[in-house]
């Protein structure tokens, strides 16, 4: 086995982005990361349904789309409806995670609850049942290229160790700073898939950087 990669598109050349996804497509990547940003949960503001909509019919990668902002319950269902696989909701930006991951259910897309570095995965333990996904974000959630957190490791392990223990079937995620030596190291903790934005789309060879997470992670 080897890790999943999940190119994230805020990184891409939005002016060439369905050559872009097409490139990660045919090297290997299995998921297509889309970070959603509102200005208010995270400083910065990126797209809306309508980009999960027009990048549906293009690609056959599962769309994994990231909700950075608040009161996510707003928007599940719109996103829902533009084709999304999975959606993620931060535990922190709403009051009420065990709903809008019900929600997310009900909408038939894989659900997905995603902590920031300062929260213990003990805080999402009662709803792990519920979920497809759980998302380690690795940096602080908002800008790309920032150093993938070491300390994280730990949450990632101890993931593992509640799926192991309790049956569950939830993919780990890892979010920010990764690259190769990274990647491995959250392989090795238990991470399933990679997100990767600026190294994937770094403007070298994107398909390279594709094959070395695969082949860092290979069992």
Known sequence: MTIKVAPSIL??????????????????????????????FVPSISYGPGWVKQLRPITDMVLDVHLMVENPERYIDEFADAGSDII???????????????MINNKGVKAEVVINPGTAVAAIEPVLHMVDQVLVMTVNPGFGGQKFLPETLIKIAKLAELKREHGYNYD????????????????????????????????????????????????
């Open 11 to 40: 990184a891409a050349d939005y002016l060439n982005l369905q050559r872009d996804v097409k490139l990660v497509e045919a090297a290997g990547a299995e998921y297509l990361h889309i970070d959603v940003m509102d200005g208010t």
């Open 172 to 219: 780990i995620q890892i979010d920010g700073g990764a690259n190769d030596e990274t990647t491995a190291l959250a392989y090795k903790a238990g991470a399933t898939v990679a997100v990767a934005g600026s190294y994937v789309y770094d403007k070298v060879d994107p398909a390279a950087k594709i094959a070395r997470l695969l082949e860092v992670t290979a069992d």
């Open 88 to 102: 993620g909701v931060h535990y922190e930006a709403t009051k009420h995670i065990h709903r809008a991951l019900q």
